[in-house]
């Protein structure tokens, strides 16, 4: 399933694994977030069989945030194990796989129920097919990634099994232990790349800091979100899962609090990773006060961890992944840095905004989704051709 690169001097879109998925996750989050916000506040059709709120939740979770980490996983397998690049044809097969999925799923009144299934599940076996082999080979370290990986297919399949029986409670359950899934994987992979990426920059700059993090930081802070895993798996919403989250807010300040945030802000492409990663414990913290202490302000406080955690770490990787892997400096253009402001923003107004009095629940969305819609509208302006062309520097990938 590995194919050698091919210089296209026009077209490069399959020439390796992030640029349709990373591609594909923009279009899909600057498309979906809109037409959730439209059919709220005007009625707009969805064109799904599915339960609104079930539609939305799964579509952002296995259609945008999978893409995502099927484009880094595509991109980062190589580079962990010194193979060649995912490209040409089978790549082209895996990306047609999770588009034939999106369509159906948005859909899915058109279709048999079972048909839907089985299209939206078949992408996440075929995506482990992939960079299984290399990392076996290689006897990488990073191989347990793929039983995260698995567990999240697992919980799509949850899913399917509560729309089948007509219990939108499990399917949205499955969501919920689906997002802690993606906050896992955040844990693992931000946990590297921030302090990394952000020694480099500093490196770079010739200043002379160095971030290092404590050694009991990484199984401490793995631990936690396990525990948070567990417990709203089996469960959720109580006293319990508020210790939890408590636990987990407090674990991922002091590893954040090590990384030396507040000396990149300078530098966008690096800020912005810090500031993905803050939202963990503010997620949390807001999660547990939710809980444990019925606040009202922290109500929202699942959109703190998707869009503030999940989603602005999605939108630093991939602007930044895209610049380096097209030999490109990394550097992002202002309008990209004016994108991470955007979402942040739109965290703030989904998160916070619904408490005030004199704005309304539907304008707190309709403000939120177009915060959002200009953040990934300026990633596909700018990073489309990035994606669909060839490197800067002539070489293959």
């Known amino acids: ?44 059709s969805l064109a799904t069989a599915w339960p609104p709120v079930l539609w939305h939740g799964h579509e952002m979770l296995f259609g945008f945030i999978t893409a995502a980490v099927a484009g880094f996983l595509l991109t980062a ?8 690049g995912f490209a040409g044809w089978p790549l082209r097969l895996l990306a047609a796989l999770w588009l034939f999925g999106r369509i159906a799923v948005t859909t899915s009144v058109l279709w048999p129920p079972y048909l839907v299934a089985v299209l939206d599940l078949s992408f996440l076996p075929a995506l482990i097919g992939f960079v299984l082999p290399p990392l076996l080979r290689e ?25 089948f029986q007509g219990d939108a ?39 002379a800091i160095a971030v290092r993090a404590s050694a009991f930081m990484t199984p401490l802070v793995i631990v936690s979100m396990l525990a948070v895993i567990v417990i709203d798996l089996y469960w959720p919403d109580g006293k319990l899962a508020g ?18 945030g507040m000396r990149t802000l300078s530098m966008p492409i690096v800020w912005v990773l810090h500031l993905g990663y803050l939202w963990l414990p503010v997620g949390f913290a807001l999660k547990a006060l939710s809980l444990l202490a019925h606040l009202v302000f922290a109500a929202y406080y699942l959109h703190a961890l998707t869009i503030g955690a999940a989603t602005t ?21 202002r309008a990209v840095a004016l994108a991470y402001v955007l979402l942040a923003a739109a965290t703030l107004v989904r998160v916070f ?35 669909v062309r060839p490197r800067k520097d002539g070489k293959p990938g």
């Open 313 to 333: 770490m999605i939108l630093a990787v991939m602007t930044r992944a895209s610049l380096g892997h097209t030999g490109r400096p990394l550097v992002v253009a």
């Open 169 to 207: 409670a499990l399917s949205l359950h499955a969501l919920h232990v689906g997002i802690d899934i993606v906050l896992l994987l955040i844990t693992i992979i931000g946990g590297r790349i921030v302090p990394a990426f952000t020694n480099s920059a500093f490196k770079q700059r010739g200043v």
């Open 77 to 84: 397998v190589p580079s962990w194990t010194g193979s060649r």
């Open 353 to 387: 905004a619904p408490m005030l009095h004199d704005v309304s629940y539907t304008h707190v969305i309709v403000i939120a989704a177009l915060l959002w819609t200009f953040a990934f509208g300026i990633f596909i302006v700018i990073y489309t051709p990035i994606l």
């Open 1 to 44: 399933m590995i194919e050698s690169n091919t210089v296209n001097h026009r077209w490069a879109l399959f020439g390796y694994g992030f640029r349709p998925f990373f591609l594909g996750a923009g279009m899909l989050a600057m498309l979906l977030i809109p037409w959730w916000a439209a059919s709220l506040t005007w009625g707009t």
């Open 243 to 260: 210790v939890a989250a408590a636990i987990a807010a407090i674990a991922h300040a002091m590893r954040v609090a090590q990384w030396r």
């Open 139 to 163: 006897r990488n370290r990073n191989t347990p990634l793929l039983a995260v990986l698995l567990a999240f297919w697992i919980v799509d399949g949850t899913f399917y099994c509560g729309l």
